[in-house]
């Protein structure tokens, strides 16, 4: 099997010139759990010559219906390295690295990347990726989800700091939130990488109101 049989259908998209442009890309997801699987299995197999992906926590069973990499047998294991396994089990033109760490851990590295991309669960730790980016020039997507509902930004110049930054637990998250809005951030991510128009520093806002309508509100980010 070739590379142009394997990525046959984005080539079909964008020519063989952006999708080898892909390879030469490096990216960091910080997170595996629902976010970062889905934001794993759709990138891993896109064509970007290295992902990194940062995650210290190991799979409980409460984690399996919405994080998407993951089965019962994997309970236990760390998150970040089953990912990274199964991204080389699915695309064999691809370098993954695991690292099971914090991400005060992570960052003491000081890795460059052409793209960061938050996966993680509570705010603080995405004021730190926010700050992390800004010191070394490197733009990152920010998402989130619960119930229902969920947000993506990609920073660019924007201040992530005008969140409320506390340590706020979601009351209950669905699965298919999880995924589309995983997803959406994997587009913008996807688009950026390939040299395609992104919309920068505009948070994107998705739910479902009291009648079952999806509806989207976007607003400007101010700069930092």
Avoid at 49 to 76: M, P
Wanted: one cysteine or more.
């Amino acid at each position: 099997m070739t590379q142009s049989e394997y990525f046959n259908r984005q080539i079909q998209l964008w020519g063989s010139s952006v999708q080898q442009s892909l390879e030469k890309k490096k990216i960091a997801i910080i997170g595996s759990g629902g976010l970062g699987c889905t934001l794993a299995m759709a990138l891993g197999t896109s064509g970007i010559g290295e992902i990194h992906i940062v995650d210290f926590d190991t799979v409980s069973s409460h984690n399996i219906h919405r994080q998407i990499a993951f089965t019962l047998k994997d309970e236990g294991l760390n998150k970040a390295k089953i990912v990274a396994s199964l991204i080389e089990a699915k695309n064999p033109f691809i370098k993954t690295v695991a690292f099971d760490m914090t991400f005060d851990d992570f960052k003491e590295m000081d890795n460059a990347y052409d793209l960061i991309l938050d996966a993680t669960d509570n705010l603080p730790v995405r004021g730190e990726i926010d700050k992390y980016a800004k010191k070394s020039n490197t733009p990152w997507i920010y998402a989130s989800v619960e119930e229902f509902n969920g947000q993506v930004c990609f920073f660019d110049e924007a201040n992530f700091q005008v969140f409320n930054i506390s340590d706020h637990k979601p009351g209950g998250i669905t699965a298919p939130i999880v995924m589309h809005i995983g997803s959406l951030q994997a587009n913008l991510a996807l688009r950026y990488l390939a040299g395609l128009t992104v919309v920068k520093d505009k948070l994107y806002y998705l739910y479902f109101n009291d009648e079952g309508e999806l509806l989207t509100q976007k607003f400007g980010m101010p700069k930092a």
